[in-house]
């Protein structure tokens, strides 16, 4: 059983600085993928970044030079530094993890709110 507990989420005013964890547990250790996706009110879930096994990572052009993704193998944790918050960022934000390079979701966290507002 593969658990994701995303954490971090909350309010943050334009320009702000937010970081997102995903603690992983279970059996973990056939993930190649990790990553985060996102889900604003009215609009389709979409990927944001992702990092694989090897170490390659992928973002999206919208967040490009502001958000980042860290892993922390020891803990089982992974992160997204959110950096130049901006109110289109806002949205629900989801960790998963795929057993493929790049691959579709197998597993997901709950998802954690961020919004950003002044």
């Known amino acids: 059983q593969v658990q994701l507990v995303e954490s971090g989420g909350g309010l943050v005013q334009p320009g702000g600085s937010l970081r997102l964890s995903c603690a992983a547990s279970g059996s973990i250790f056939s993930f190649n993928t990790r990553g985060w996706y996102r889900q604003a009110p009215g609009k389709q879930r979409e990927l944001v970044a992702s990092v694989t096994s090897g170490g390659g990572t992928n973002y999206a052009d919208s967040v490009k030079g502001r958000f980042t993704l860290s892993r922390d193998n020891a803990k089982n944790t992974m992160y997204l530094q959110m950096n130049s918050l901006k109110p289109e960022d806002t949205a629900v934000y989801y960790c998963?993890?795929?057993?493929?390079?790049?691959?579709?979701?197998?597993?997901w966290g709950q998802g954690t709110q961020v919004t950003v507002s002044s």
């Open positions: 998963y993890a795929s057993h493929y390079d790049w691959g579709t979701p197998n597993y």
